[in-house]
């Protein structure tokens, strides 16, 4: 993948990484919206945590401001590795390089250090200062798997740092990387959802559906992505 990268152009990286994630979004949130809002309706209404269904107009807002993320994740991948900057990285070629423990430590260490990001950053989003950017994302207060991306260019541009930073960082594989953006991309279509199943109502740890529903619902508490920890510890849960 790294030689392959290499060979590209940075133009044909940039085209790579619109196809790749625009892929992701409709195989995530795409296929999520298509489940619960419209093969499945009926039968999976009583999971519904507010009982109302989105406007076409809010859908049509929310698919408009993720177009624009996919273009500008898609755009800021290029910082790290365009032929220029990609050989000051920690990038490197092959798993055997630092061996599949490492490798697999480094997805585990991506996922909680992404957590922290998202947190801080997330709590940064709701000051004065920087919630006209990210008022678009909650002008869905009743979220869909199609919320998910739902961002202000500038929030776009705010969540992928943490992509664009790490590769300086820690050494990192590429498909490190592409694994915490494909488990974003699930845990956020499942946490926009706007639906639950019960034997995920009482998670502890793992932020569910619906904590993340009441963040949206009442703009304030549950700031937190994958996990509580943060939320519990700085007293920022909403129940
Ligand atoms: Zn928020
Ligand atoms: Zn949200």
């Not at 423990?101 to 998202?118: G, K, R, T």
């Not at 793992?206 to 920890?229: P, R």
């Amino acid at each position: 993948m790294q030689e392959t990268l290499s060979k590209l152009s940075d133009i044909e990286i940039l085209c790579s990484f619109i196809s790749l994630s625009s892929m992701r979004y409709a195989l995530t949130s795409g296929v999520f919206f298509m489940v619960f809002y419209i093969v499945f309706k009926t039968q999976l209404t009583h999971l519904k945590i507010q009982s109302k269904y989105p406007l076409n107009k809010d859908l049509k807002r929310e698919i408009k401001y993720s177009i624009f993320t996919l273009l500008v994740f898609s755009l800021s991948m290029l910082i790290p590795l365009n032929h220029y900057v990609r050989p000051f990285t920690f990038i490197y070629t092959y798993v055997s390089d630092f061996g599949i423990f490492y490798f697999l430590f480094s997805c585990l260490a991506l996922v909680i250090l992404h957590d922290a990001y998202f947190y801080f950053t997330h709590r940064l989003l709701h000051h004065k200062w920087f919630k006209r950017f990210h008022v678009i994302h909650h002008q869905s207060t009743n979220p869909t798997p199609l919320t998910a991306l739902s961002f202000h260019p500038i929030e776009a541009l705010i969540q992928v740092l943490f992509f664009i930073i790490i590769p300086f960082i820690m050494p990192v594989h590429i498909f490190a990387i592409g694994f915490l953006g494909l488990f974003l991309f699930i845990h956020n279509a499942y946490g926009h959802s706007g639906f639950e199943f019960s034997f995920l109502k009482n998670a502890k740890i793992y932020n569910n559906s619906i904590n993340h529903n009441l963040h949206h619902k009442h703009y304030h508490g549950n700031y937190g992505l994958y996990f509580t920890f943060w939320d519990n510890l700085l007293k920022t849960r909403c129940n």
